[in-house]
T-cell receptor
C-alpha cells in the first residue's frame, strides 16, 4: 500500500526566509503527486501537482516542487515566505491506476515577522 | 462558480445514534470522493463514485459506514450506531472527469463529534 511521509510536523520560519517542506512516498509504481494547502478555518486547496513531463512544477504564489523519482520525493520550496503563507501543507500521492489520494500527515508552516 | 459544499458543518451526536453527512459537488463533476481526517493526520480515503456508481469502497472502515449518490449529484455518507472513534473531520471532494490525473476539489468538511 502507498504511504506518504512528511517528516516535519511543524516548520517555524521568519518572513522573507526560504523554506523547504519535505515529502517522501513509498510506491515505486507510476504516480501523480500533489501539494494541498489548508489556510486557517478554510478547506483544502490544491497548490500544485505533478502529472508528467518537467519534474519541476510551480504554483502561482511562488512555491515550487521537484519530483525526484530515484529518491521518491516531492519536496516543496519557496525562496522567500510571507506571513500569509502560514498554513498547513499536505503532500498527496495517487497511483496512476487508482483514484484515491494518499495523504501525508501534514506540515504546519508558521511564518513569523 | 460555487465550490463543493457540505452540511452540516458541525455535528455533535451521542454514541449509538445514526448520522447522515451531505455533500453537494461542483455542478457537472463526474466523480465524488469521501475522506476522513483525524486530528493531526492527513485525510484518509473512504470511498468514491463515478456518477451514481460506487466504484471503490475499500476505505470504509466497517459495515456501519455507507454512502450513496443516487442521482449522480448529491451524496450522503451515513454512519450507523456511531462510536467515539468515529469523531473526525469528514471531507468530500469532486473532480470533473473520471480520470486519475484529474484534480480533486475539496469542500469545507463536516466536523463530527461523538459523545
Amino acid at each position: 500500500a502507498q504511504s506518504v511521509t512528511q517528516l516535519d510536523s511543524q516548520v517555524p520560519v521568519f518572513e522573507e526566509a526560504p523554506v523547504e517542506l519535505r515529502c517522501n512516498y513509498s510506491s515505486s509504481v507510476s504516480v501523480y503527486l500533489f501539494w494541498y494547502v489548508q489556510y486557517p478555518n478554510q478547506g483544502l486547496q490544491l497548490l500544485l501537482k505533478y502529472l508528467s513531463g518537467s519534474t519541476l512544477v510551480e504554483s502561482i504564489n511562488g512555491f515550487e516542487a521537484e519530483f525526484n523519482k530515484s529518491q521518491t520525493s516531492f519536496h516543496l520550496r519557496k525562496p522567500s515566505v510571507h506571513i500569509s503563507d502560514t498554513a498547513e501543507y499536505f503532500c498527496a500521492v495517487r497511483d496512476t491506476g487508482r483514484r484515491a489520494l494518499t495523504f501525508g500527515s501534514g506540515t504546519r508552516l508558521q511564518v513569523q515577522p | 462558480g460555487a465550490g463543493v459544499s457540505q452540511s452540516p458543518r458541525y455535528k455533535v451526536t451521542k454514541r449509538g445514534q445514526d448520522v447522515a453527512l451531505r455533500c453537494d459537488p461542483i455542478s457537472g463533476h463526474v466523480s465524488l470522493y469521501w475522506y476522513r481526517q483525524a486530528l493531526g493526520q492527513g485525510p484518509e480515503f473512504l470511498t468514491y463514485f463515478n456518477y451514481e456508481a460506487q466504484q471503490d469502497k475499500s476505505g470504509l472502515p466497517n459495515d456501519r459506514f455507507s454512502a450513496e449518490r443516487p442521482e449522480g449529484s448529491i451524496s450522503t455518507l451515513t454512519i450507523q450506531r456511531t462510536e467515539q472513534r468515529d469523531s473526525a473531520m469528514y471531507r468530500c471532494a469532486s473532480s470533473l472527469l473520471a480520470q486519475a490525473s484529474d484534480t480533486q476539489y475539496f469542500g469545507p468538511g463536516t466536523r463530527l463529534t461523538v459523545l
